[in-house]
């Protein structure tokens, strides 16, 4: 794109790039090692238990959200990265 004689350099965003982006974040989420980062945050295993009833609180329900994108999606991840390499060998 030309402005007023200069060259600008305009970057699309894509969705692609927005896609790229969560399967970033989910790889990030999902390398996180329980004894050497959450346990210094306090992820015990007893830190979650809460009374009937109770609503967990918010450290508590991301910790939650951590365990559960470690479990769940640990094999489907691997089928995403996979795909997203294949594609940008392809298509650059």
């Known amino acids: 794109v030309a402005l007023r004689g200069r060259k600008v350099a305009s970057m699309a965003f894509t969705l692609y790039s927005l896609i790229q982006t969560a399967i970033l974040c ?3 989420i999902a390398v996180l090692h329980e004894e050497r980062f959450l346990s210094k945050i306090g992820s015990g295993v ?3 238990v809460s009374g009937f009833g109770d609503d967990p609180g918010i450290k508590a329900q991301v910790l939650n959200l951590i365990r559960s994108v470690r479990i769940i999606m640990r094999v489907p991840l ?3 990265n996979s795909a997203s390499i294949v594609l940008l060998l392809l298509f650059g």
């Open 78 to 80: 691997i089928i995403v």
């Open 46 to 48: 007893d830190h979650g």
């Open 26 to 28: 989910t790889n990030a």
